[in-house]
C-alpha cells in the first residue's frame, strides 16, 4: 500500500504562478518530511524537509506547510519560473528508519 | 567532484543475462541505498546498507543480490534479467543520522530486450 500519496500527478503553472503539491501520509511514527526535485535525467536532489513540530517552513520561493492533526503537508513554489520544471517528490522518514517513503511525484511544467 | 557516481549509465542487455551496477560515493557517508525507479516515475526502495551491513531488504527478487565491499562502495548484480527489469536504478548515500538526506547518483537506465 502506499503510505505517502500525492497529488496532482502532473501540474501546468504560468510564470510567475503558484504551484502547489499535497501529500497525505498514514503512519504518525513519520518525524521528518522532505521534498526532492527531480530534473530529467538527473537524480532526485534534496529541495527542502520540515519536521512535523514547525508547521511552516520557507526557503526562497520554496515553501513546505505541514498539518500534523490532518496528517498533510504541502509544498507551494512561489513566483513559478521555467528553470522549476522539474519532477517534485516529498517523502516521508522514520527516525533512525533509514527508509524514505517517496510519494507518487508530480510533474511541474512552467510555461514561460 | 561527483559525490556519487554510477556506472554504467546506460545498460542494454537481453533477457537471461547477468549483470552488475556499479556505485561510488565520496562523501564519507555511512548508509548506502539502491532504489528503482519505474516507468511511471515511481521511486521505490530496494536495498540499504549501513557499513557494510544489509539493514533494509524490501521485496526484491532474489535475482538481485547487492555487495558493498566497503562504506564507499554499493554495486548490484542482477540476475537472469527479465523484461520488467527494465527501469531506472538509482543508487544514494546519507549519513544514519539523518537518513532523510539522501544524496543520489545520476542514475542507471536498464533496458531489457
Known amino acids: 500500500q502506499q503510505q505517502v500519496k500525492q497529488s496532482p500527478q502532473s501540474l501546468i503553472v504560468q510564470k510567475g504562478g503558484i504551484s502547489i503539491i499535497n501529500c497525505a501520509y498514514e503512519?504518525?511514527?513519520?518525524?521528518?518530511f522532505p521534498w526532492y526535485q527531480q530534473f530529467p535525467g538527473k537524480g532526485p536532489a534534496l529541495l527542502i524537509a520540515?519536521?512535523?513540530?514547525?508547521s511552516e517552513k520557507k526557503e526562497g520561493r520554496f515553501t513546505i506547510s505541514f498539518n500534523k492533526s490532518a496528517k498533510q503537508f504541502s509544498l507551494h513554489i512561489m513566483d513559478s519560473q521555467p528553470g522549476d520544471s522539474a519532477t517534485y517528490f516529498c517523502?516521508?522518514?522514520?527516525?533512525?528508519?533509514?527508509?524514505?517513503?517517496f510519494g507518487g511525484g508530480t510533474r511541474v511544467l512552467v510555461k514561460p | 567532484d561527483t559525490a556519487v557516481s554510477q556506472t554504467p549509465k546506460y545498460l542494454v542487455t537481453q533477457m537471461g543475462n547477468d549483470k552488475s551496477i556499479k556505485c561510488e560515493q565520496n562523501?564519507?557517508?555511512?548508509?548506502m541505498y539502491w532504489y528503482k525507479q519505474d516507468s511511471k516515475k515511481f521511486l521505490k526502495i530496494m536495498f540499504s546498507?549501513?557499513?557494510?551491513?544489509?539493514?533494509i531488504n524490501e521485496t526484491v527478487p532474489n535475482r538481485f543480490s547487492p555487495k558493498s565491499p566497503d562504506k564507499a562502495h554499493l554495486n548490484l548484480h542482477i540476475n537472469s534479467l527479465e523484461l520488467g527489469d527494465s527501469a531506472v536504478y538509482f543508487c544514494?548515500?546519507?549519513?544514519?543520522?539523518?537518513?532523510?538526506?539522501?544524496?543520489f547518483g545520476p542514475g542507471t537506465r536498464l533496458t531489457v530486450t
Open positions: 544514494a548515500s546519507s549519513q544514519v543520522s539523518s537518513s532523510y538526506e539522501q544524496y
Open positions: 503512519n504518525t511514527a513519520f518525524d521528518y
Open positions: 520540515i519536521r512535523p513540530d514547525v
Open positions: 517523502a516521508a522518514d522514520k527516525a533512525a528508519g533509514n527508509k524514505l517513503t
Open positions: 562523501l564519507g557517508h555511512d548508509t
Open positions: 546498507y549501513n557499513n557494510k551491513e544489509l539493514i
